[in-house]
């Protein structure tokens, strides 16, 4: 069955400090990955697609990898308004959708 | 210009009751997409829907039912609302590629819950 994993489920950070979430997936014959942001009392907002391991993509301090088990969301210098719920979904060959849980930023000032 | 909309933001209502969710979206997308977020925070595909196919999860109860009145419109109709019911449903909508790949943009969510 197809699977979406996110780890850490939670993510405290200070302002500028650097690191990653990772997003694992199993899924028969992967389609495309996306990532998106959601903040508090809204709906998920889109930020990349990546198509195939090896593809990287960058938006101002978010940056996602790919590879053939795992996605990366690296996020460099966080600011406080980086702090949301940052949500990873695969899409199968059969045309499955499959969100992960999640996992929550906070990065404090 | 909110590219997809749903109406409304809350619903309160009683067990037993039927109650529809509106959604409307002016990207000129030709799918939409139904969504349950549950307490965990779970998104769960209920429906997809283009003017082609209707895709039911098989998880979900025929008490909720997709119309589509025209291709900008998917809303969600729920007969004999349940408690477990309650959750935050959220409207999406993609444009078809040849890649298959559908990138889809969401809605703000209907926050339901069920007394």
């Known amino acids: 069955e197809d699977q979406v994993t996110q780890s850490p489920e939670a993510l405290r950070l200070q302002e500028g400090e650097s690191s990653s979430l990772n997003c694992s997936y199993t899924v028969s014959g992967l389609r495309g990955l996306f990532w998106y942001r959601q903040d508090p009392g809204k709906g998920p907002e889109f930020l990349f697609t990546l198509y195939s391991a090896g593809e990287e993509k960058e938006k101002e301090r978010l940056k996602a990898t790919l590879t053939k088990k795992e996605s990366f969301l690296h996020i460099t210098a966080p600011k406080p308004e980086d702090s949301a719920t940052y949500l990873c979904a695969v899409q199968a060959a059969n045309n499955d959708m499959r969100f992960g849980a999640g996992t929550r930023l906070t990065v404090k000032p | 210009d909110t590219a997809v909309s749903q109406t409304p933001k809350y619903l309160v209502t009683q067990m037993g009751n039927d109650k529809s969710i509106k959604c409307e979206q002016n990207?000129?997308?030709?799918?939409m997409y139904w969504y349950k977020q549950d307490s965990k925070k779970f998104l769960k595909i209920m429906f997809s829907y283009n003017n082609k196919e209707l895709i039911i999860n098989e998880t979900v109860p025929n008490r909720f039912s997709p119309k589509s009145p025209d291709k900008a419109h998917l809303n969600l109709h729920i007969n004999s609302l349940e408690l477990g019911d309650s959750a935050v449903y959220f409207c999406a909508s993609s444009r078809f590629v040849a890649s298959g790949v559908e990138t889809q943009y969401f809605g703000p969510g209907t926050r339901l819950l069920v007394l």
């Open positions: 990207l000129g997308h030709d799918t």
